[in-house]
């Protein structure tokens, strides 16, 4: 049983992207908190992290990288996106660790070179994109599908067992006691007991 909870191939690779960014604006100095900076970071920060669920952003992935020799089909590039404030979560998906390698470096590349093409506001100035941690590819666990389903055809087999069962005691016409004669209506004339071994 714990082989079905164990990552394996079939299950494909993931990584995990964490970064934060601020737009790169010359703010003005003045006395008091830093709260305006940390806000401006955290709207920048939402911003990319509904466009990197568009298509226009796989997009772009796809064709950095086809530059660095790998051709993918943008809609296959499965990816998700969340941000907690100012520190946004970008996880990849893909069934081999070498081409997932080259697609999340193809999506950094996109996050730090190309979100002024996208947003205007951002004055032609590429957003500042700073990756927190390393990008680690690592197994991911298999579909639900894959871990259960040795659980899931061993009870379908218990259950085509039983109803098999079932089906031949209910279709049996073999007679072996007085009472099923009895209740085909035929008479009994005697009956021969069993032999049992005197002790």
Do not use: C
């Amino acid at each position: 049983l714990p082989s079905l909870f164990r990552p394996t191939q079939s299950g494909g690779y993931k990584t995990t992207i964490r970064y934060t960014a601020a737009q790169v604006l010359n703010i003005p100095e003045r006395d008091g908190d830093y709260q305006d900076i940390w806000l401006a970071s955290e709207l920048t920060v939402n911003a990319l992290t509904d466009w990197v669920r568009t298509s226009s952003f796989v997009q772009e992935v796809a064709e950095v990288a086809a530059e660095n020799g790998l051709q993918v089909e943008p809609l296959a590039i499965p990816i998700a996106a969340d941000n907690a404030r100012s520190i946004g979560v970008l996880e990849l998906a893909w069934n081999n660790p070498d081409e997932l390698q080259i697609i999340t470096d193809a999506a950094i590349t996109v996050l730090q070179t190309q979100t002024h093409i996208f947003f205007p506001q951002l004055e032609n100035e590429p957003a500042r994109v700073r990756i927190l941690d390393m990008p680690i590819i690592s197994p991911a666990p298999p579909p639900l599908t894959d871990r259960f389903s040795p659980l899931i055809k061993l009870g379908l087999g218990i259950i085509g067992g039983l109803g098999l069962a079932f089906l031949a005691e209910y279709f049996d016409q073999t007679l072996r006691t007085k009472t099923d004669l009895a209740a085909l209506g035929i008479p009994v004339v005697g009956s021969i007991p069993r032999y049992r071994k005197s002790r």
